[in-house]
């Protein structure tokens, strides 16, 4: 049975920094790409970015270019999300996707894993 469990989630004030963590187990996703994608209160799934099999190509949604960063450990079957200053407006809940595509992108019906999502709360 495949699982991706997220973690990492907490509060922090605005201008603050937390790092996801998303633990694959059932498969090995060292060769698909992999994604973060966010719920916020009120608001349809937004994607939040992808990486690559090989961690060599990353998209970023223009709301989190250059202070959110994705990466992978292929050996741990681990994505992660490294975020930087933090604003009020990224408070949502993440989730973590795995896809089986060769290229997977920005919407949400190319994944085919989806993780039960870390809340994430920035007070301002």
């Known amino acids: 049975q495949v699982q991706l469990v997220e973690s990492g989630g907490g509060l922090v004030q605005a201008g603050g920094s937390l790092r996801l963590s998303c633990a694959a187990s059932?498969?090995?996703?060292?060769?698909?790409?992999m994604g973060w994608f966010r719920r916020a209160p009120g608001k349809e799934r937004e994607f939040v970015a992808t990486i690559t099999w090989s961690g060599g190509n990353r998209v970023y949604a223009d709301s989190v270019k250059g202070r959110f960063t994705i990466s992978r450990d292929k050996a741990k079957n681990t994505v992660y999300l490294q975020m930087n200053s933090l604003k009020p407006e990224d408070t949502a809940v993440y989730f973590c996707?795995?896809?089986?595509?060769?290229?997977?992108?920005?919407?949400?019906?190319?994944?085919?894993?989806w993780g039960q999502g870390t809340q994430v709360t920035v007070s301002s």
């Open positions: 059932g498969r090995t996703f060292s060769s698909y790409p």
């Open positions: 996707a795995a896809s089986f595509r060769v290229v997977a992108g920005v919407d949400d019906y190319e994944y085919d894993y």
